[in-house]
Every structure is written in C-alpha cells, then in structure tokens.
C-alpha cells in the first residue's frame, strides 16, 4: 500500500541553526500539506502546497519556513532559524488534486525536531 | 476563527465495550468529516471518513454518526479492544482543503 514517507525521523538542532525536513508523499497526489504537533497537544496545519506554490498558510507558517518541491518526488520543510519553540513531530501529508471528489489526506510517520 | 470541540478529552473503556467519541463544529469548507487515529510516536492515520448524503457510514467496528442540523459528527467504536487503545482526532476541512483537528481523546481499553 503507498504511503508518505518521511526523514528524518528524528533531528536533533541548536537554536538558530537551518533544518530541512524531507517528506516524499504518495505517488499521483498532488497536494501537499505540512503539520506539526507539539507533544500531548492537538495536530496544527501548517501549510499546504499544490502546482508548485503555496495554497494557504497559517499564523504559524511565518518567514522562517518555507517549502519546496525540488524534484518529482520529494517536498521539504525548511526552517531557517529554529527556535526552541519549533521544537514538536512535524508531518506531510498528501492527497489527490481538487476536483477528483476524492478529500482523504494521508499523513508520514513524522520528523520529531528537537531544538537545544 | 474556526472551533471544533471535541469530546471527552479522555475515555476508558473495557474490553467488548462501545467508545463513543463527539466532534461539534462551526463552520466547515465543505461537508468531509474524518477521523485520525494516532499512537504514541506515530503520524496520524486516516480511520474512517463520512460525506454527508448519509447520516451514518460503518467500516467493521468503526461507525460515524453525523447531525448536519446540530453540526455534530460522532465516532463509535463497537467491541473496543485494547489495540483500540490510541488518540483519536476529528477533523474538518477548511480553507484550502487543509484540515482543522481536534483537540483529540485518549482512548484507553482495559482487557
């Protein structure tokens, strides 16, 4: 069965340094998503990416993230400064483009940044 | 601003027993109502998902009940065993098809 992937699993950063986070999402989706949960609370929607752009964002999503697709297959979380409270399980997600009828989104196993 | 209130924020349940989880929403982009079940250290997965042209959508044990009056969808777990036992979300659709969560159970199931 596909399903998204994604690494690490775990990072480890001192405040102020550059992550990249990778997710390879399931084949023939088309839209993608970040989410990050900080632990013990709630899954937050961070930002979501379909034709090679940024379809929303939220308060979170703030200048020092950005997304990229580099490739056919792999779409990346960059956090350019962390901050200690960056510090939480980050997941993509994918599902199939608008239009297909179909809404179901498929989460990764998640990235858990720790920020020292 | 968007609200989903779920309920309870804890359950625990004894084997061969029915769980029973309520989400109560605002607003909604548009009617797709699904829950996420995650264990600890895990990303969420996708459990059962209802679009409203029914009240009610059954997958084995897993059941969502859906009031499109009262803006209320619930997830009932029959025969709850514990591997049941998980964090379970609801969820709504907003905006850019991005998805709201709640704030989530635990769902404990004692053998």
């Known amino acids: 069965e596909p399903e998204v992937t994604q690494t690490p699993s775990h990072q480890v950063t001192q405040m102020g340094q550059e992550v990249i986070l990778r997710c390879v999402p399931i084949?023939?989706?088309?839209?993608f998503y970040w989410y990050r949960q900080i632990l013990g609370q709630k899954v937050e929607f961070l930002v979501s990416?379909?034709?090679?752009?940024?379809?929303?964002k939220s308060e979170i999503f703030d200048d020092q993230f950005s997304v990229e697709r580099p490739d056919g297959s792999n779409f990346t979380l960059k956090i350019r400064s962390t901050k200690l409270e960056d510090s939480a399980m980050y997941f993509c997600?994918?599902?199939?483009?608008?239009?297909?009828?179909?809404?179901?989104?498929?989460f990764g196993p998640g990235t858990r940044l720790t920020v020292t | 601003q968007q609200q989903v209130k779920q309920s309870p924020q804890s359950l625990i349940v004894q084997k061969g027993g029915i769980s029973i989880i309520n989400c109560a929403y605002e607003?909604?982009?548009?009617?797709?109502f699904p829950w996420y079940q995650q264990f600890p250290g895990k990303g969420p997965a996708l459990l059962i998902a209802?679009?409203?042209?029914?009240s009610e959508k059954k997958e084995g044990r897993f059941t969502i009940s859906f009031n499109k009056s009262a803006k209320q969808f619930s997830l009932h777990i029959m025969d709850s065993q514990p591997g049941d036992s998980a964090t379970y979300f609801c969820?709504?659709?907003?905006?850019?098809?991005?998805?709201?969560f709640g704030t989530g159970t635990r769902l404990t199931v004692i053998p």
């Open positions: 997600a994918s599902r199939f483009p608008p239009g297909t009828g179909v809404y179901e989104q498929y």
């Open positions: 084949s023939n989706h088309l839209y």
């Open positions: 990416f379909y034709n090679n752009e940024i379809s929303e």
């Open positions: 607003n909604t982009a548009f009617d797709y």
């Open positions: 209802i679009r409203p042209d029914v």
């Open positions: 969820a709504i659709p907003t905006g850019a098809n991005n998805l709201f």
